[in-house]
């Protein structure tokens, strides 16, 4: 099945730079991939996701890249703020064109964005 | 758009007593709901995949018995623990994507056990 592999597991930044989260999956049949930040207590959200037939994909702060090839993608937030601390959690999956929608996450990343 | 409540947000009762928890599409339909288990510090491990009218389908290690879905309308699945045991204390969060939509999954805020 799909594994899931996500670094680092935390990540310390100073408000404005940049943070960068990477996650590698093994299933080469998964084609869907979202970002879900969460907040102490609560659910998780959706930040922003990628499907295979797009390498990049971005939104405001928030972009994602995707390797198919090398079977990797990546979170970049840029002009972090502390607004921004949470878990970050990557995850993959066939989607629904490919038989399996069932998500498989990674272990997360806590970020912390100090003033 | 795309709102998932859970109801209760959190919940305390006794060892051997049953708890239900609510999952509930507010402004779309789902036909598909997912429930999920997280421990403190973990990530999310997939229970079961719930499909409006039909049977659950549970992931290997999961228990039917003792978490039984139910999914009888395209804006309500319910998950109920049976028979608790503390070490079912966990945060049991769920999801929904939209009948026809894509394999979005949106999230509710999840609901804390506490099993004495």
């Known amino acids: 099945g799909e594994n899931v592999e996500q670094h680092p597991s935390t990540l310390s930044v100073q408000e404005g730079d940049s943070a960068v989260i990477k996650c590698t999956y093994s299933d080469s049949a998964s084609n869907y991939f979202p970002w879900y930040k969460q907040e102490l207590g609560k659910g998780p959200q959706l930040i922003i996701d990628?499907?295979?037939?797009?390498g990049e994909k971005k939104d405001q702060r928030i972009a994602v890249t995707l390797n198919k090839t090398a079977k990797h993608f990546s979170l970049h937030i840029t002009e972090t703020q502390p607004e921004d601390s949470a878990v970050y959690f990557c995850a993959a999956s066939r989607g629904t064109q490919g038989g399996s929608e069932k998500l498989v996450f990674g272990k997360g990343t806590k970020l912390t964005v100090n003033p | 758009g795309a709102v998932v409540s859970q109801h209760p947000s959190w919940v305390i009762c006794k060892s051997g007593t049953s708890v239900k928890i609510e999952c509930r599409s507010l402004?779309?339909?789902?036909?598909?709901m997912f429930w999920y288990r997280q421990f403190p510090k973990q990530s999310l491990m997939l229970m079961a995949t719930s499909n409006e009218g039909s049977k659950a389908t549970y992931e290997q290690g999961v228990e039917k018995d003792k978490f039984l879905i139910n999914h009888a309308s395209l804006t309500l699945s319910t998950l109920t623990v049976t028979s608790a045991h503390p070490e079912d204390s966990s945060f049991y969060i769920c999801?929904?994507?939209?009948?026809?939509?894509?394999?979005?999954?949106?999230f509710g805020p999840g609901t804390r056990l506490l099993v004495l």
């Open positions: 402004d779309f339909q789902a036909t598909t």
């Open positions: 999801s929904a994507r939209e009948t026809g939509g894509r394999e979005t999954q949106y």
């Open positions: 990628i499907r295979s037939n797009v």
